[in-house]
């Protein structure tokens, strides 16, 4: 049974959930779903390490996490986690960098996706011409503050 709990960041409200000892969710909304409301350690210890990383204090997390998507949202999330602290890629980037050098809309909505906001740097990933895009999970406001938040500490 999964288990969710809810914590209050720097960056709004958070719903962190967990499944078999892994974290399978972070998200800005409470997704609809069966879960007990339940913190447990690894919750609190998710928690901990998103506010260490808002306070400029965390650059690489260290949690077991497991997602659940398609084949090549897999790959799309799996390479996020390639992209480095304080390093930008382009849709276009992260396409050509999983063999689909024509997928950078299909990037995009794999990104829309994805399901474990912050530890899956899903907010690094900006257009070819560094506008920001969209950032379906908190706003662009929120990515602007996490970009922001890591050049500070780089």
Known sequence: MRKRFAYATKIGKIYITEESSSIVSISFNRINEPVLEEETLLLREASVQIDEYLAGKRKKFALPLKVHGTRFQERVWN????IPYGETRSYLDVAKAINSPNG?????MANAKNPIIICIPCHRVICSDQKLGGYSAGGEKV???LLNLENLYK
């Open 143 to 145: 990515k602007r503050y």
């Open 79 to 82: 390479e996020l986690l390639n």
């Open 104 to 108: 950078s809309r299909a990037v995009g």
